[in-house]
């Protein structure tokens, strides 16, 4: 569960209807331990069991006194004095030589001291608590962790709490410098991947004026600002101490204001004591522009910790502030969903990785209490990525609260790579027999296939990739109107040698087409060499007309465009071009949907994307199973748009617009 943004003037700090939490600096974890096997978790799924060895051990002693347990917390670091330190401390709790590499166990514990400060628990035994309303869970809670043994106390403790008494709270929060506090009702009940409105932050933040010192260029397009290099008076006339920079804040408006401001300040001398480092695309400007930024710490560099531009200031002080304000947050924070915040799905992710290790075979229990035999998880499946069969029952259990809804009540083709992604593969249309417990098949009118696999569940999702099928191709169409169009698609498809800038081009011509026609129109990469861009249809829109719509718009890019873009059919006819095919458009036709993986040799992932994105040139390597989970945790799932319904073209009204917009070109 998440929580949102709340204001200090929005809380009333003696509800009895309320609980206040401290809210710490560190890392969301799921701790799961039957007293054999223990889990830690952060909130991107990241496996943090490695890093911190120690705190799995006080969960394991837990779980041995109570029985197997669930746990919500926070990895916090503990300063000398053993009070709760900033995230910056985690930093440094790998030696610099083990950053970024594998860790193993054990491997990680170093001079500084972590605990868990645990606020929930999700499950004891076979129980599953989170139904039970917040109180009732905590108080259980704290029965279960007095039973830790005593040698683990400092390594697992219970967060600082009080029911009904925040005011007291906030005055320490303000006095001692906290992050904030958490607030939560009292009777609200715990969900998964979800940003709850029972559970709201009060954040302390910093604010302080600064000098700019430099600027860099969003994208390296020439004339704009992508973010500012900052800093403050040294005390050597004119010159700077850098304090970082900030790139958040910025409306449009704003960067032309500061580009209007900072370019004419140009110069080729830095203004800086000691020029920033990793900032070589920087240019310096005369240090006379000064600007109002958030933040919320010093880290011990003296760098600033998630800046964000509040606006243009008058002068900079010549220190930070002794203590933080209070800053009343009005705007929407990005909730950081993650596909793995549900802990069911988190234990089956551990499961599955547990067999790949044993190289085992066995049976998973999904959430839904369906089972699975699962085999050969530890079989090659993308040799140049390193990526197993494993990796892709993984993918599917992270990604399956985004790519399920896009499957929902639609006929599936399985193209099965029972040799992983470089070996040879087959279709198959019909269901298999026997069907297993918990998969769905549907039989269609006219179809000469008896039974098909229907999506929209976990069991379905992973059986078929227990058969070795690495991509999830649905249907346009749902098994109850297979006859009607719910989408089509311009799959830009390049030949051989053709770069990927190409296609960035004519989906970016396609996008200025579809806009001018007020089409709606969503984007994502194919997995592998293309783009698709998709147009959500109304309900009863026939496939024949839908295709032409997409032929028409298609011809006319490329008779536009007739030395990037073709919709020439016969292969080597095409030549090396970007090919538009709309001929995907067709009943019984598929197309890889958002989320799914793809035998590409970089195991990319579809992934939807933005507009902007397309423009600043992103790269398909860029969307891999081994990115996906962290690229979701940062922007959620862009493709939900694309599912709703108000958004769907209504056909004769798009096809009125196209005529218009062709007979105006003719007339000209």
Not at 91 to 103: E, F, I, T
Request: with cysteine; charged share 20%.
């Amino acid at each position: 569960m998440l929580a949102a943004t709340a204001r200090v003037d929005e809380v009333k700090f003696d509800d009895p209807a309320l609980v206040f939490e401290r809210k710490y600096d560190g890392i969301r974890c799921l701790a799961f331990s039957d007293g054999t096997r223990t889990a830690l978790y952060a909130r991107s799924g990241s496996d943090k069991t490695a890093q911190f060895p120690e705190i799995a051990i006080a969960v394991t002693a837990l779980a041995r006194s109570v029985g197997p347990v669930i746990l919500d917390g926070e990895l916090v670091a503990l300063d000398r004095d053993g009070a709760p330190a900033s995230f910056t401390s985690l930093q440094h709790r790998l030696p610099a030589s083990m950053r970024g590499k594998r860790v193993e166990p054990g491997e990680a514990a170093g001079t500084v001291e972590v605990t868990l400060f645990v606020f929930d628990i999700l499950r004891y035994a076979d129980s599953d608590l989170r139904a039970l309303p917040l109180v009732v869970r905590r108080n259980f809670l704290e029965q279960v962790v007095a039973k830790l043994p005593s040698a683990q106390t400092a390594k697992l403790q219970l967060s600082l709490c009080s029911a009904g008494k925040g005011q007291e709270l906030w005055r320490r929060a303000q006095e001692e410098m906290w992050e904030g506090l958490i607030v939560k009702g009292a009777q609200s009940v715990y969900t998964c991947d979800s940003r709850s409105p029972h559970w709201r932050k009060l954040k302390l933040t910093q604010s302080h004026t600064f000098i700019v010192g430099g600027y860099i260029h969003a994208n390296n397009i020439e004339g704009s600002i992508g973010s500012l290099v900052l800093g403050l008076p040294s005390g050597d006339e004119g010159r700077l101490r850098p304090v970082g920079s900030v790139g958040s804040g910025f409306t449009h408006e704003i960067e032309r204001q500061l580009a209007a401001r900072l370019i004419p300040l140009t110069s080729i001398l830095s203004p800086f004591l000691e020029p920033p480092t990793l900032l070589k695309e920087a240019k310096w400007v005369k240090p006379q522009v000064a600007v109002e930024v958030k933040f919320s710490e010093w880290t011990p560099s003296g760098a600033l910790r998630h800046p964000v531009f509040m606006g243009l200031a008058k002068q900079a002080h010549d220190r930070p502030p002794d203590r933080p304000i209070a800053v009343q947050e009005n705007q929407k924070e990005p909730a950081p969903v993650s596909p793995v915040h549900d802990p069911l799905l988190l234990q089956l992710h551990r499961t599955l990785r547990d067999l790949e290790e044993r190289r085992a075979e066995g049976m998973i229990k999904l959430p839904t209490g369906s089972v699975l035999r699962v085999s050969n998880l530890a079989k090659p499946f993308w040799q140049s990525a390193g990526l197993t069969k494993g990796d892709l029952l993984r993918h599917y259990v992270n990604v399956s609260p985004f790519i399920l809804p896009v499957v929902a009540e639609r006929p599936l083709v399985m193209k099965r790579h029972p040799d992983g992604a470089e070996g040879a593969a087959f279709y198959q249309h019909r269901a298999p027999e026997p069907l297993p417990k918990g998969a769905r098949a549907v039989a269609l009118p006219n179809d000469d296939v008896p039974l098909r696999l229907v999506g929209g569940d976990l069991f379905t999702l992973l059986y078929m990739a227990q058969l070795g099928t690495i991509s999830q191709d649905p249907w346009f169409s749902k098994a109850s109107a297979p006859a009607f169009a719910c989408e089509v698609a311009f799959d830009l498809d390049p030949m051989p040698d053709v770069p990927f800038a190409r296609v960035r081009d004519v989906a970016l011509w396609l996008h200025e087409a579809l806009l001018t026609l007020q089409v709606p129109h969503f984007a994502k990469t194919s997995g592998a060499t293309g783009l698709h861009i998709f147009v959500p249809l109304a309900e009863q829109t026939g496939y024949e007309p839908a295709r032409l719509f997409t032929q028409i718009v298609a011809t006319m890019i490329s008779g536009k465009h007739p030395k990037v873009a073709t919709v020439e059919r016969t292969v080597n006819a095409r030549g090396p071009k970007v090919y538009i095919d709309y001929l995907q458009n067709i009943e019984g036709k598929t197309l890889a949907c958002a989320y799914s993986a793809r035998a590409s040799r970089f195991a990319g992932v579809s992934t939807p994307v933005t507009w902007e994105e397309i423009e600043s040139g992103i790269e398909p390597e860029a969307f891999t199973i081994a990115t996906i989970a962290d690229r979701l945790a940062t922007v959620g799932d862009l493709w939900a748009p694309a599912r709703e319904p108000q958004n769907g073209l209504r056909l004769q009204e798009g096809l009125a617009r196209l005529a218009a917009l062709q007979g105006g070109r003719k007339r000209r």
